[in-house]
């Protein structure tokens, strides 16, 4: 491919994937069943391996090392899958995981607008992140290698994310910085990452009851976003969950899909395994559905 036609691909494929001037989109995709199925208002709440992801600090006061693996299907014939691992130790939590996302064959275009074929795109992030939990708030903090391929052009990137996090009682507080870097550079184009802002609130309720609200701030451009959601555990280990996000509000669709916005989903948990899934109609794009599972020992 030359590099007149790289250029003009890249140029249309970062405007379909990614607001302003953000790129490694894929980066806002959070992982978990549980998280996505409450409107994505987790970084209060988030408590298991995939803290790495949501809030590092929600990692601290882990009792069980864990290991968790996701599948999601996505709008657009797109598919992400993550894995993440963690285990407490007297010196505090550590954790690492990685992310994979992959869409079907992208029509290519020259610049004078004429087909050239089909190319191949799909990112990565590999990561790594420790915890301690302390008598008034808890810290957590993360590394991420970020690898985008678009076509025969690669870029690569690496980013932080910070964390925090208090219990009051009932209440639980939530704060994360995510994805501190410098941009990523294509052929002669640099993009901001994804940055985003995060406060979060959640209500813990006797019998294993939970209500969440989140806001976000992606200062790059994306503007401000909202969650809202809860859980409600129905028999013992089983539990039924919904919530809003606004960030996945999009007009059009028919059926199940023009409720978009709206996020759903249930899940199993025993002391040594969790199943969850999650479904997010999203207007014209479709609808997401997303499976996780996960082993503590």
């Not at 087909?115 to 990565?124: E, I, V």
């Amino acid at each position: 491919m030359s590099t007149r036609r790289a250029l003009a691909a890249l140029l249309a494929l970062v405007a379909s994937r990614a607001r302003a001037t953000e790129t490694a989109s894929f980066l806002t995709i959070g992982p978990g069943g549980r998280g996505i199925a409450m409107g994505s208002a987790y970084a209060a709440l988030t408590d298991g391996a995939d803290s790495l992801y949501w809030n590092p600090a929600g990692l601290a006061r882990m009792e069980k090392a864990e290991v968790m693996a996701d599948d999601a299907e996505l709008p657009q014939s797109e598919r992400i899958n993550d894995v993440f691992v963690s285990s407490p130790t007297k010196h505090g939590s550590f954790a690492a995981g990685a992310t994979y996302f992959s869409q079907a064959g992208i029509d290519g275009r020259n610049a004078l607008g004429q087909p050239t074929g089909s190319f191949g795109a799909s990112d990565g992030a590999g990561m790594l992140g420790w915890a301690l939990k302390t008598n008034l708030v808890d810290f957590g903090a993360s590394v991420k290698y970020i690898r985008s391929h678009i076509a025969s052009t690669e870029a690569s990137d690496f980013a932080f994310d910070l964390g925090a996090k208090r219990a009051i009682g009932p209440l639980e507080l939530g704060a994360t910085v995510r994805n501190l870097g410098p941009g990523m550079r294509f052929l002669s184009e640099t993009d901001d990452l994804p940055l985003r802002l995060d406060f979060g609130a959640a209500w813990r309720f006797e019998g294993g009851h939970a209500l969440t609200a989140e806001i976000d701030d992606g200062p790059h451009g994306a503007g401000w976003t909202e969650g809202v959601g809860g859980e409600a555990q129905a028999l013992k280990g089983v539990f039924f969950r919904a919530g809003y996000a606004s960030s996945s509000s999009i007009s059009g669709g028919d059926g199940f899909n023009a409720i978009s916005g709206l996020t759903f989903g249930f899940g199993l948990r025993q002391p040594r395994w969790s199943l969850d899934y999650a479904a997010a109609p999203m207007g014209e794009l479709g609808s997401a559905q997303r499976f996780s599972a996960a082993y503590r020992w």
